[in-house]
């Protein structure tokens, strides 16, 4: 078995109201960060896994992605895998 940390991030969907997103562009807004034209704010997800190939591993997280990780109606999600072995 191999080791791998796999990386998930977590975003709204394009489209989608993210409310807080909007509550952190106000607030740069009012701390004077007029520069700033949108926020989207997600999550990230950080897991030692061990698998036999990067691709099993990459399948792994995709499942976990699917079944607890990410809302599928709301969300996205991008997986990075580096091997540690």
């Known amino acids: ?18 409310p807080e997103g909007q509550a952190v562009l106000g607030a740069l807004r009012s701390l004077e960060f ?31 992605c699917r079944r607890l990780l990410a809302n599928p109606v709301t969300e996205d999600y991008r997986i990075d895998i580096e091997s540690v072995s």
Do not use: H
Not at 41 to 47: A, K, M, T, Y
């Open 34 to 64: 007029e520069e700033v034209g949108e926020v989207r704010v997600g999550r990230l997800i950080r897991l030692a896994l061990e698998a036999r190939s990067a691709e099993e591993a990459r399948e792994r997280a995709d499942a976990m």
């Open 1 to 18: 078995m191999n080791r791998y940390t796999i990386e998930v991030r977590i975003t709204p969907r394009q489209g989608l109201l993210d």
